[in-house]
Nanobody, 124 residues
């Protein structure tokens, strides 16, 4: 049984930082593409960042480029999202997701496994 468990969300002032973690189990983590998505109230889920397996190939949504960094530790089966210079518009529930095929994708429907989400709230 695959499980993805996010942690690290919370309330932060604009300009602040948070680090999200997602611990994975039940899948071959090192072979899997790991992504972060977010969904704000009343909005559709959107892609944030993706880290391909066995590589430093990382891609970001334009809205977070230069502020957010995705990384992974294959020894710990964990993917991270370091979020700096946070803005009120970054407020959302953040989800990590896994694509066991290891392909490059920013489309949520291509990811088979999802975490339960962690709330990030940025106050102005």
């Amino acid at each position: 049984q695959v499980q993805l468990v996010e942690s690290g969300g919370g309330l932060v002032q604009a300009g602040g930082s948070l680090r999200l973690s997602c611990a994975a189990s039940g899948l071959t983590f090192s072979h899997s593409t790991m992504g972060w998505f977010r969904q704000a109230p009343g909005k559709e889920r959107e892609f944030v960042a993706v880290n391909l397996p066995y590589s430093y190939n990382r891609y970001y949504a334009d809205s977070v480029k230069g502020r957010f960094t995705i990384s992974r530790d294959n020894a710990k089966n964990t993917v991270y999202l370091q979020m700096n210079s946070l803005r009120p518009e970054d407020t959302a529930v953040y989800y990590c997701a896994a694509d066991a095929s290891g392909s490059y994708t920013t489309t949520g429907s291509r990811y088979e496994y999802w975490g339960q989400g962690t709330q990030v709230t940025v106050s102005s």
